[in-house]
């Protein structure tokens, strides 16, 4: 690897605000219309009703909220990367934190939609705020719905400070470089600031409040999205081990994106000198865990079925392995539980494609293991008079797509207009290096 000194990090970093290729514009305009399309699929089904999708009794809960607890997971990388690595001072964090952030808040808003799209009437959100009103709705607070807005919120909050905090030095950066009326917005975004010591001291007091904050979230927040499920007593959701199941899920999820986003960004940005290929491979051995983690929950759920006699627990795992959607639940198995395995082996997880590559199938198999346990589990409850199969139509199937394009689109926005690595935190982290320079060069000298 390129040694770097302090000019070679503002450079390179530097470089990707400036005009991008064709093609960006290109990729952005068809994600553009992706959104577009999932907005009239949405108005489509404002006007004639939730009946428009495969919405079908007892499945009443359908892609959207599988999609809402998919979000949600995807945004704990952020934190965990950013808040708890820093907290431990795991190196290899600092090149991947400002995406990875980024990604969180980009995911928590998304997320935060499909509670609304679900709802059909959405001129109505405010009846599901948790407020006592004069419409004889009083909240249940001891309702995880209620938790859940309580929780996403102050998550978004949180979240959105801890990633403002670490943007304040580098908007100075780009401002000091700018000319015209990007100067003037990039001076505004950086609340003036000189880089002063005063300065410094109280940015280092904050960003490690905030990074303290954070972290508990990690836990409490899909823990409170996986009490939704578990305060039901429907089999398949009636389970004490949803809290650190959804919790693993969530940041073994989010670390595959990690990867999934910052494999194509280091090649675009010819980043290499600076995620290193050693970065993303302590990704990857975080993964390996997380996975471990995950596949240890699903041989406990299926232990458990088996071992409380419960006659309707084992029908609904036995229907998951081999029922109706057997192929989503196996899908599952391999992807999060299986594939990640091939990551102790050095020759997988030093290769950029076979990372790329596990990091898209981990993808797939947390967006099937949620597709299994809402809908699979409430398909088939305690009356077989009762079991409805749903099957996705094309008004949801656009909605899920267009979820992924205006992802996809303000990640790319944020990396055209805001640095996607942090300037102050990685000439910070070769500091060290460039003083050991120094020493040799004045011996040798």
């Given at each position: 690897?390129?040694?770097?000194?302090?000019?070679?990090?503002?450079?390179?970093?530097?470089?990707?605000?400036?005009?991008?290729?064709?093609?960006?514009?290109?990729?952005?305009?068809?994600?553009?219309?992706?959104?577009?399309?999932?907005?009239?699929?949405?108005?489509?089904?404002?006007?004639?009703?939730?009946?428009?999708?495969?919405?079908?009794?007892?499945?009443?809960?359908?892609?959207?909220?599988?999609?809402?607890?998919?979000?949600?997971?995807?945004?704990?990388?952020?934190?965990?990367?950013?808040?708890?690595?820093?907290?431990?001072?795991?190196?290899?964090?600092?090149?991947?934190?400002?995406?990875?952030?980024?990604?969180?808040?980009?995911?928590?808003?998304?997320?935060?939609?499909?509670?609304?799209?679900?709802?059909?009437?959405?001129?109505?959100?405010?009846?599901?705020?948790?407020?006592?009103?004069?419409?004889?709705?009083?909240?249940?607070?001891?309702?995880?719905?209620?938790?859940?807005?309580?929780?996403?919120?102050?998550?978004?909050?949180?979240?959105?400070?801890?990633?403002?905090?670490?943007?304040?030095?580098?908007?100075?950066?780009?401002?000091?470089?700018?000319?015209?009326?990007?100067?003037?917005?990039?001076?505004?975004?950086?609340?003036?600031?000189?880089?002063?010591?005063?300065?410094?001291?109280?940015?280092?007091?904050?960003?490690?409040?905030?990074?303290?904050?954070?972290?508990?979230?990690?836990?409490?927040?899909?823990?409170?999205?996986?009490?939704?499920?578990?305060?039901?007593?429907?089999?398949?959701?009636?389970?004490?081990?949803?809290?650190?199941?959804?919790?693993?899920?969530?940041?073994?999820?989010?670390?595959?994106?990690?990867?999934?986003?910052?494999?194509?960004?280091?090649?675009?940005?010819?980043?290499?000198?600076?995620?290193?290929?050693?970065?993303?491979?302590?990704?990857?051995?975080?993964?390996?865990?997380?996975?471990?983690?995950?596949?240890?929950?699903?041989?406990?759920?299926?232990?458990?079925?088996?071992?409380?006699?419960?006659?309707?627990?084992?029908?609904?795992?036995?229907?998951?392995?081999?029922?109706?959607?057997?192929?989503?639940?196996?899908?599952?198995?391999?992807?999060?539980?299986?594939?990640?395995?091939?990551?102790?082996?050095?020759?997988?997880?030093?290769?950029?494609?076979?990372?790329?590559?596990?990091?898209?199938?981990?993808?797939?198999?947390?967006?099937?293991?949620?597709?299994?346990?809402?809908?699979?589990?409430?398909a088939q409850d305690f009356i077989p008079y009762n079991w409805g199969f749903y099957q996705p139509r094309w008004v949801e199937l656009s909605i899920t797509v267009g979820s992924f394009c205006l992802f996809l689109f303000l990640f790319l926005l944020f990396a055209k207009f805001l640095p996607s690595i942090s300037i102050a935190e990685v000439k910070e982290e070769i500091t060290p290096k460039l003083r050991g320079k120094g020493k040799r060069d004045h011996h040798g000298a």
């Amino acid at each position: 690897m390129e040694p770097l000194d302090y000019q070679d990090v503002h450079r390179k970093i530097l470089r990707t605000l400036s005009r991008p290729p064709r093609s960006y514009y290109l990729i952005v305009g068809l994600l553009f219309l992706g959104i577009l399309w999932a907005a009239v699929c949405w108005a489509y089904q404002i006007l004639n009703g939730l009946g428009v999708t495969g919405l079908l009794h007892p499945s009443m809960w359908i892609l959207y909220l599988v999609n809402f607890v998919f979000w949600v997971g995807i945004a704990h990388s952020g934190t965990l990367i950013s808040a708890i690595l820093y907290l431990f001072r795991a190196r290899w964090r600092t090149p991947i934190a400002r995406s990875a952030e980024a990604m969180t808040v980009f995911a928590v808003m998304i997320a935060g939609l499909f509670p609304f799209i679900h709802l059909g009437r959405v001129w109505l959100f405010y009846w599901i705020i948790p407020y006592p009103n004069q419409r004889t709705l009083w909240p249940n607070f001891q309702s995880p719905l209620t938790f859940d807005f309580l929780a996403i919120s102050t998550y978004f909050t949180v979240s959105v400070l801890f990633w403002y905090t670490g943007l304040v030095p580098d908007l100075a950066a780009v401002r000091d470089g700018a000319k015209g009326i990007r100067r003037k917005i990039y001076g505004i975004l950086s609340l003036g600031w000189a880089g002063t010591d005063r300065q410094w001291h109280h940015y280092g007091a904050a960003y490690l409040l905030l990074a303290g904050l954070a972290t508990p979230l990690v836990v409490s927040v899909h823990s409170v999205v996986s009490w939704d499920f578990a305060l039901a007593i429907i089999p398949g959701y009636h389970s004490t081990i949803f809290a650190p199941y959804f919790v693993a899920g969530a940041i073994h999820s989010g670390l595959a994106m990690v990867l999934t986003l910052l494999i194509p960004l280091r090649h675009i940005f010819h980043f290499e000198s600076i995620i290193t290929l050693k970065d993303l491979e302590s990704v990857a051995k975080t993964t390996i865990l997380t996975g471990l983690i995950v596949g240890y929950a699903y041989l406990v759920e299926y232990f458990m079925a088996w071992y409380s006699g419960n006659v309707f627990e084992k029908q609904t795992f036995l229907f998951r392995a081999i029922g109706h959607w057997s192929l989503a639940f196996w899908v599952m198995v391999f992807c999060n539980a299986i594939a990640p395995l091939f990551f102790f082996f050095k020759r997988v997880r030093t290769r950029l494609w076979s990372l790329f590559t596990i990091a898209i199938l981990i993808n797939i198999g947390m967006y099937a293991e949620r597709f299994v346990i809402i809908i699979g589990s409430m398909a088939q409850d305690f009356i077989p008079y009762n079991w409805g199969f749903y099957q996705p139509r094309w008004v949801e199937l656009s909605i899920t797509v267009g979820s992924f394009c205006l992802f996809l689109f303000l990640f790319l926005l944020f990396a055209k207009f805001l640095p996607s690595i942090s300037i102050a935190e990685v000439k910070e982290e070769i500091t060290p290096k460039l003083r050991g320079k120094g020493k040799r060069d004045h011996h040798g000298a």
